[in-house]
């Protein structure tokens, strides 16, 4: 601590409680220029997954390998694209929006940041999901877009398509593809 000029005392403000890990200003130390051996890094094995509950609290998730009457399947591009879908509809849902609205945040946001277009697979998830929802938009709504999709050219794929299931175990859901 350097004091100002003509003082020679000064006062110490410690906020944080540093004094109960670190002693004392006065407390006499034994300073070295030798460091300390530093740890060995574990290295992980297993990749770590964390999820956020419906509190919104981040916690670490056990993925099981097999689970009773259901496959683990690695999840495909449009699988991925499906769920940040369903993070958009839940989200307008919360706020009060029409369904249609996570449709068009979807295609807006996430599509043009990743320089993707809407295919067949999302349009047809999209609209059997938020066909059942109050608010939903008419089926000539449906007829446009799916008319803009085709004369885009995206329509491979449609061999993949996939249905999710949901299941329960033990307690806990778990969504299959």
């Not at 609290?57 to 496959?71: C, F, K, L, S």
């Amino acid at each position: 601590m350097r004091p100002s000029p003509g003082k020679e005392e000064g006062l110490v403000l410690d906020n944080a409680g540093l004094w109960l890990e670190h002693g004392f200003c006065q407390q006499d130390r034994i300073w070295t220029l030798k460091g300390k051996k530093k740890r060995k890094r574990r290295e992980s094995l297993e990749p770590v997954f964390v999820v956020m509950d419906q509190d919104g609290i981040i916690r670490e998730a056990h993925i099981p390998q097999q689970v009773e009457g259901m496959e683990l399947i690695e999840l495909t591009q449009e699988a991925e694209d499906l769920l940040v879908f369903e993070s958009f509809l839940s989200f307008a849902l919360n706020k009060g929006h029409k369904p249609y609205s996570a449709y068009l945040r979807f295609e807006e946001q996430y599509l043009s940041e990743n320089n993707q277009n809407l295919n067949l697979i999302h349009l047809k998830y999209i609209q059997n999901r938020i066909s059942r929802l109050p608010g939903a938009p008419n089926q000539g709504t449906w007829y446009h877009i799916k008319k803009k999709v085709i004369t885009i050219g995206s329509s491979e794929g449609l061999d993949r398509m996939f249905i999710i299931k949901k299941v329960k175990v033990s307690g806990a859901e778990y969504c299959g593809f």
